[in-house]
Structure formats: C-alpha cells, structure tokens
C-alpha cells in the first residue's frame, strides 16, 4: 500500500482557473512535500509543509500557489490562476526518517 | 552551476549487463544521498538510501557515495528488462529540501 494516494491522477483544466491537487497520507505526518516534474525535465522542489506552516519554499512557489491541510489529513496544493507553463506532473511526498515516499502524481494539463 | 548534474543518457544495456549511474554535485554539505526508480508517468519509488560517504548494497543494487570527490553512483548487477526505467539521484544537507538530478533513462534489452 503507498504510503500517499494523490487525487486526481489527471486532470484537465483551462488557462485561468484554479486547481487544487489533493494528497492523503497513510499515516499521519507533520513533514510534508509538494515536488512537480515538467514533461522531459526534472523533479523540482515546490514547497515543504511543517505543522500546519511553509517550512521552505523555492522560486517556483509564487503567489499563485498556496498549501493547506484542511481537515488535518488531507494536504492540499492549489494553483489560483493557472497558466500552460504550469502544465506538469505534481507529486506528493512524505518523509520516514530521511527517506522520502513520493505520490503516484496528479497529471495536470492546462488548455 | 547546477547544485546536482547527472547524465540523461538514454543508457542502454544487454539483459544482465552490469549498469554504472552516476552524479556529480557542487555542495559539500550534502549528506543525505537517494536513488529513485521512475516508470514513465509514475511517482519516484525510493530504491536507494545513504547517508554520508559509504556504499550499500540491497540485492543487485550497489549505491556508492565519494564525499571527497561529490560523486555517487548506482550499480545493477545482472541487470534485467524490467530495470528499464528512469533513475533520479536526489541529495539533501539537511533533511529537508531534496534536490534531483534530471534522471538517467536506461533500457535493458532482452
């Protein structure tokens, strides 16, 4: 059983709304990853969750982005206002130890 | 300069050829090394771990740390057709933000 369920594994969009990716742990943690991987390109860090804070971010993470644990176990990654460079794999991680375990991904394309 | 450079290949191999990946980083403070093994539009699955310098083993699978040179590497020993995949090095000096590779695509030919 993985130990992060990612919903949707795909989703389609239009440029200008907003999304909101969905990450469900198996187990309950306070150190959490939002990672995403353009198609061809690599795996980049978009932001780390600790406690209900932004523990990190990068560059990537503007202010269209924003994280959330709603109800104290889902996580959430929303986009306000996409755009089509924000079309990309999104993976959900979570730490045991030092060692991280991604998400299968939400695919998300923006038309 | 990129904090972690890795060769995106493609690699491709005979069926039980051995497989050399590697990579190289730029920051001394990384301590915390992982290898991942990506299916195509899949997550990363952690295959590897290491903290510091070192080497480790798990079945067919070697992972090598040179602190001294900022260089890892991963080893398959007789390396099979469903090895083929993406393999992503990810490093770390805290813990907390992993940095990756670009991933190497390798295929392993019946």
């Known amino acids: 059983e993985p130990e992060v369920t990612q919903t949707p594994s795909h989703q389609v969009t239009q440029m200008g709304q907003e999304v909101i990716l969905r990450c469900v742990p198996i187990s309950n943690h306070l150190y959490f990853y939002w990672y995403r991987q353009i198609l061809g390109q690599k795996v980049e860090f978009l932001v780390s969750f600790y406690n209900n804070e932004i523990s990190e971010k990068s560059e990537i993470f503007d202010d269209q982005f924003s994280v959330e644990r709603p109800d104290g176990s889902n996580f959430t990654l929303k986009i306000r206002s996409t755009k089509l460079e924000d079309s990309a794999m999104y993976f959900c991680?979570?730490?045991?130890?030092?060692?991280?375990?991604f998400g299968q991904g939400t695919r998300l394309t923006v038309v | 300069q990129k904090e972690v450079e890795q060769d995106p290949g493609p690699l491709s191999v005979p069926e039980g050829a051995i497989v050399s990946l590697n990579c190289t980083y730029s920051n001394s403070a990384f301590q915390y090394f992982m290898w991942y093994r990506q299916y195509s539009r899949k997550g990363p699955e952690l295959l590897m771990y290491t903290y510091s310098s070192g080497n480790k083993e798990d079945g067919r699978f070697t992972a090598q740390v040179d602190k001294s040179s900022k260089y890892i590497s991963l080893f398959i020993r007789d390396s099979q057709p469903s090895d083929s995949a993406t393999y992503l090095c990810?490093?770390?000096?805290?813990?907390?933000?992993?940095?990756f590779g670009t991933g190497t695509s390798l295929t392993v030919i019946p």
């Open positions: 991680a979570i730490f045991k130890g030092t060692e991280a375990f």
């Open positions: 990810a490093m770390s000096d805290t813990g907390n933000q992993f940095y």
